[in-house]
């Protein structure tokens, strides 16, 4: 079975830009996450989607937003992108409430 | 709310000793508790899973962990170190439900010296 997908790997923006993230979970899987992870800060939660829905968010502006399509595959956008949007952005996905998170390798974001 | 403590960024053994990470947490609800590894340039890897039934949990690469309601803890150990154990061990909770969101703690860096 394949496991969670997530494109780019890797994105070199400059303030001001937008960006969209991509993430294909693993299949069966509804529900997809969105984490930021930096050095100072850690792992942080963005939001998570079910069946197309938001279900859950954490606490970043509105400048970070989400979707999933009816595939379950997940898009994450920033906007007005800033120095400290810098970090690497993980997707996770799961097949029911209360199972393990199965991670993607990342997008690495630098913002120049 | 929920939240997670590992205490210490660094922790540094021998290959062949005794691996500890110590993980505690705060629930208002009954935990779900989760060890995950992340090597380098890599996303995280489920190691283990606590979610209520037996209270000592094995896992994958010879690590397990012993969730201790008395204690709030949930402390990852193996046996014997090996060099490929050398990577950044996350301890994360989150409670039954559906729209109970994962937390994770900050994270310990795991060296095995040779």
């Known amino acids: 079975k394949a496991g969670v997908t997530q494109t780019p790997r890797y994105l070199i923006k400059t303030r001001g830009q937008q960006v969209t993230l991509s993430c294909s979970p693993i299949?069966?899987?509804?529900?997809v996450s969105w984490y930021q992870q930096t050095p100072g800060q850690g792992l942080q939660f963005l939001f998570e989607?079910?069946?197309?829905?938001?279900?859950n968010k954490g606490n970043f502006p509105g400048r970070f937003s989400g979707r999933q399509f009816s595939n379950s595959r997940s898009e994450m956008n920033v906007s007005t992108l800033e120095l400290g949007d810098s970090a690497l952005y993980l997707c996770?996905?799961?097949?029911?409430?209360?199972?393990?998170?199965?991670f993607g390798d990342g997008t690495r974001l630098s913002i120049l | 709310a929920q939240s997670v403590t590992q205490l210490g960024s660094h922790v540094s053994v021998s290959e062949g000793a005794l691996v500890l990470l110590r993980c505690n947490y705060s629930?208002?609800?009954?935990?779900?508790l989760f060890w995950y590894v992340q090597y380098p340039n890599q996303g995280l890897q489920l190691l283990l899973k606590?979610?209520?039934?037996?209270?000592l949990v094995k896992g994958i690469n010879g690590f397990e962990a012993e969730f201790k309601k008395s204690e709030t803890s949930f402390h990852l150990t193996k046996p014997s170190a090996h060099m490929s154990d050398a990577a950044e061990y996350f301890c994360?909770?989150?409670?039954?439900?559906?729209?109970?969101?994962?937390?994770f703690g900050k994270g310990i860096t795991l060296s095995v010296r040779p």
């Open positions: 606590y979610t209520s039934a037996a209270t």
């Open positions: 989607y079910f069946s197309e829905t938001q279900r």
């Open positions: 629930s208002s609800v009954p935990p779900y």
């Open positions: 994360a909770v989150s409670g039954p439900g559906a729209n109970s969101k994962l937390t």
């Open positions: 996770a996905s799961r097949a029911e409430e209360n199972q393990p998170q199965h």
């Open positions: 299949s069966g899987h509804r529900s």
